[in-house]
């Protein structure tokens, strides 16, 4: 096999660990492959687009800010993407056409596959794109309720609406972030902004002590930053005794998933995660 070319396509992408995972997978699969880290400014994209496809990539991530105006060029698309309006991979095919996935659905559910939410209650923090991914994944492991907290309702209110159009079997809260109260009744508890991402809002936490401590015993804290591992709300949890799930795993069950699509073999994600956490302590330390 020639090359095997990925590449992952955003705007800015200077804290990805994607190469690591896409190295892991490579020499799990025996591939000779090779994978970019390409900025792509929204002005970039449609040329972007051009040069992956004249030049033989296999296929490509895509990141904020293209992850719902990548949708435009596809030629078809999985259920996942229809679900979310957004895709994270996308596969070139042989006739040049583009069809697209989004992995970070499944990415989100592997994570946390043998959690029973039918019936349940989620909190989702934000409103972006990837709270679209999660309130997929959410609506497919059958949760019932989902109260989603912003920081600007009226801002936020297409995204709202978009996500009960989408997801009109949930019922689905706003509620503005300064008004969060305790959290007694919620099952699992997710972040889907940027708030502790290393270099971003590092120092900020989503929730105070009081929503942490406030939680189930059994309850799930879920924060989908992976740079850094411990996020701030990461670190919550910790400190209440509170089950959690960090952002590694979901970058990892989404680059196993988008790998396969791409190669029709799933690598062993363990492996992917080892490299991905090896390639951190040499970023850190």
């Known amino acids: 096999m020639e090359n095997f070319k990925l ?23 025996g591939i000779e492959g090779t994978y970019e880290i390409l900025p792509t400014e929204n002005e970039d ?10 030049r033989k990539y296999y296929g490509f991530n895509v990141t904020i800010p293209h992850k719902v105006p990548m949708t435009l060029f596809l030629s078809k698309f999985d259920e996942y993407v229809n679900m979310t309006g957004s895709v994270n ?5 042989e006739d040049s056409s583009l069809s697209g996935y989004n992995t970070d659905v499944w990415g989100f559910m592997e994570a946390i596959k043998n959690v029973d939410l039918k019936g349940k209650k989620a909190a ?13 994944g959410l609506y497919i492991k059958g949760i019932s309720k989902i109260d989603i907290y912003t920081r600007n ?30 959290m007694e009744d919620v099952d699992i508890l997710i972040n889907t902004t940027p708030l502790g991402m290393k270099k971003f809002d590092e120092a900020n936490c989503p929730v105070e002590d009081k929503q942490i401590e406030s939680l189930p015993q059994d309850a799930i804290v879920y924060d989908i930053v992976y740079n850094p591992l411990r996020t701030p709300l990461i670190s919550k949890a910790i400190k209440f ?10 970058l990892v069950y989404q680059a196993q998933k988008a ?6 073999k799933k690598p062993d994600a363990r492996l992917m995660k080892i490299c991905a956490l090896e390639e951190y302590i040499i970023k850190e330390y």
Not at 89 to 93: F, G, H, P
Not at 124 to 136: K, N, Q, Y
Request: charged letters at 20%.
């Open 7 to 29: 590449a992952l396509i955003g705007y800015p992408l200077g804290h990805s660990l994607s190469p690591a995972l896409y190295k892991a997978a490579f020499e799990d699969l």
């Open 153 to 182: 309702i009226i801002n936020s209110k297409e995204a709202i609406q978009t996500l009960r159009n989408r997801f009109d079997k949930i019922e689905i809260n706003a509620i503005q972030t300064s008004l969060m109260g305790t």
């Open 45 to 54: 994209l449609i040329n972007r687009i051009k040069f992956l496809r004249s």
């Open 241 to 250: 005794n509170k089950k959690f799930v960090c952002g590694l795993d979901m």
């Open 259 to 264: 790998m396969e699509i791409w190669y029709g």
């Open 89 to 93: 991979c996308v596969k070139i095919e």
């Open 124 to 136: 989702v923090l934000g409103t972006g794109g990837a709270a679209r991914a999660v309130c997929a």
